[in-house]
């Protein structure tokens, strides 16, 4: 496994600068891309190939926070949760169900967009308690983490569906 | 600058040697070939000073017919006058024909991939696009006066991986090198992009003769990023001719086997007045029947043409929005719309795009050339005539990749409008004992049922170690480089045994028989042909050499050990010595042989670079 933090050359830890991510992303676009290698040898085309694929995955990764805090947690070692685990959680799952009865109910624009932001007040709950449990490297602090993140999962899957059935709903 | 020659020290060979590279539109109705010629980036003429060269071929016994003399004189012999061969590029027969029921060719019966009957013999698409590509290769050769070092083709944002391969396929048949396949309205935005040296979000739309396409795209420092692309493969002005055509078979009271008799008259005539009516509100034309006496005159008004094409134009605004969406940017962030393609002079097609972006769209460059223009300035730069060149292009995947599993499903493994070039691993197990083979069925599209998507390819994985079921654990790679094309590679994790690849596409041809055609084309030029390949060798072999000295030099000490230096060191007086014979076969060896020793030496020479620019340099530096 790679580690993108060490690639892009940026600290490991879950808050990181964006400007600067960006600005390592563009340089190091411009060292690795195929395009820079049209004329070279073979040896050199696949070697940079391999380089640039990992920088864009890379990318997408950290820019990501659910990405990025899930990445932090293989680097230190963590073991992620699967799916099953996280719905053991009935307080969460609960949750999820009332979820999913707002959405289906849900049938009109106003009605939608009050989801999209009640959604995205979650999700930027959920950062912030994921930022402070990923700030202490700690075993308990790093499985709370991995939990969160779950949720965030779920969440972010949810909002999806919600601009799935906007779209629906104002282009026709 | 520095850094990036240090990265690829084989370009700076010689610096007043200039190489040529060409930048190809390979267009549905019309192609275009263009280079830089003092500093300028310009489209190519024929003797004629005619710029475009249709994409129609036709087959006689004796000839191959490219151009303008085919097209003229496709009424003659409709059967073996090819048109619009782009539209069956990657696809099946039945793709084509459901699209378009009028076709005058004759296809070879019970066959998957279409299969043209011509006094040739039987051809492919990918061999007909390769008449088209020889073409342009002839001109622009007469045109620089030299040879060509390498070529850009374009394709359609949405082509797939299928259509995509069948155009590097083609360009290989023509003898040319393809240094890139580069999406039109990408080329489009270089084309203006380095001319006015914009900066934000620029959507390009792109209305060709058979193809619409419209892409976001992002300009900041140099580099242009597509964010988004859309289209429809099958909606372009041939349609605006074909409703036309009716519309004049209507007003002449023609019955539907007069029509389909006449369909390349009426189609012409169709195209002349949606021509005139770009300039004016009503058209005159005069149609001359199969077999008639005298030539008929129809009026068309500007309002009947764009009552019939109302719709399509529709269809095209609302992809605009979904591509403006899939961005995730406003409209009121697209500070510039290009215009791509001839059927761009369309009145009602420039109105409705106004009033979408609401923004007057560029068309400062000939719309016909635009895309031609951007591939020839890419092709410049990537046959490495401009070291210093800022420009980089980063490019997305147009269509989801993913696998078959269980129930018919597709399990996406690599999202559409993930930047390529991009590699995505998958674990898959056994499900019975000693089993040692493995289907991999590999599908392009948004859609959840395998039979809603587009088959690409079904590998078979051969030589797992037989274990018990669920025991083997097989990495499946997907990799997509950057021309949009993947490749897949297999390997068991615990035995670290590489699986055997198979593919077989679902559409376009297989490895071999591309060879075959290959060898086919070449026998004639047998002597030719070894003369070019070794002179080919030996330019490769100095490449080498000279690019593994300055490597040395530069990094030898520092990145290599006694021993390794001493293999290195050994393997290159080899070559050397090789270089200078005429023996294709061992050249090649000893440059492998070069190759895999300094393999670990350019790994770390790359991340040594890697490391030194990120380290307090900021992207200006660069």
Known sequence: MMNYFELYNLPEQFVIDLIKLKEHYQTLQKLTHPDRFASASEQQKRLYLTKNSQVNDAYSVLKSPVLRGEHLLIVRGVELPSEQD?????????????????????????????????????????????????????????QAAAQELAKMKFMIKLANEIETKLDRITDS | MALLQIAEPGQSAAPHERKIGIGIDLGTTNSLVSAVKSGQCVTLADEYERHLLPSVVHYSEASIDVGYHARDNSNADPANTIMSVKRFMGRSLADVTTHWDQLPYHFVADSVSPRFITPMGELNPVQ?????????????????????????????????????????????????KVLRLLNEPTAAAIAYGLDSKEEGVIAVYDLGGGTFDVSILRLNKGVFEVLATGGNSALGGDDFDHLLASHLARQLGLDAVTEKLNHRRLMNAGKEVKEALSNADTSLVSIKLEGGEQSTEVSVQLNQLNQMINDLVKQTISTCKRAVKDARVSLEEVNNVILVGGSTRVPLVRQQVETFFKKAPLTSIDPDKVVAIGAGIQADILVGNKPDSDMLLLDVLPLSLGIETMGGL????????TTIPVAKAQEFTTFKDGQTA????????????????????????????????????????????????LNVTAMEKSSGVQAEIQVKPS???????????????????????????????????????????????????????????????????????????????????????????????????????????LAGHSVDDI
């Not at chain 2, 597709?410 to 409008?417: A, F, G, Q, T």
């Not at chain 2, 075959?516 to 060798?537: C, F, G, I, V």
């Open chain 2, 410 to 417: 597709v399990e996406k493994i690599i999202p559409r409008n």
């Open chain 2, 438 to 485: 493995m289907l991999v069925h590999v599908l392009q599209g948004e859609r959840e049922l395998v039979d809603h998507c587009r088959s690409l390819a079904k590998f078979t994985l051969k030589g797992i170690p037989a274990m018990t079921a669920g025991a083997a654990h097989i990495r499946v790679t997907f990799q997509v480089d950057a021309d949009g094309l």
């Open chain 1, 86 to 142: 996280t719905v053991g959680d009935v307080e969460f799952l609960m949750e999820q169900m009332e979820w999913r009865e707002s959405l289906d109910d849900a049938s009109t624009e106003e009605a939608l967009e009050k989801l999209v932001t009640d959604n995205f007040n979650i999700l930027v709950t959920q950062e912030k308690v994921i930022c402070e449990l990923l700030s202490h490297n700690t075993d308990e602090n790093n």
């Open chain 2, 507 to 613: 559409y376009g041809l297989e490895e071999a028989e591309i060879l075959d055609m290959l060898q086919s084309s070449m026998q004639n030029a047998k002597q030719d042909m070894q003369e070019r390949m070794l002179k080919e060798q030996q330019v490769d072999a100095s490449r080498v050499l000279e690019a593994m000295h300055g490597a040395l030099a530069e990094d030898g000490e520092e990145l290599l050990s006694d021993n390794e230096r001493k293999a290195i060191d050994h393997a290159l007086k080899s070559l050397g010595l090789c270089a200078a014979n005429n023996d294709i076969d061992a050249i090649k060896q000893a440059i492998d042989v070069v190759d895999k020793l300094s393999q670990d030496f350019a790994a770390r020479r790359m991340d040594k670079s890697i490391q030194k620019a």
């Open chain 2, 128 to 176: 007909i696009s390769s008449h088209i590509l020889s073409a342009l290769k002839t001109r622009a050769e007469a045109r620089m006066g030299d040879e060509i070092t390498g070529a850009v083709i374009t394709v359609p944002a949405y082509f797939d991986d299928a259509q995509r391969q069948g155009t590097k396929d083609a360009a290989q048949l023509a003898g040319l």
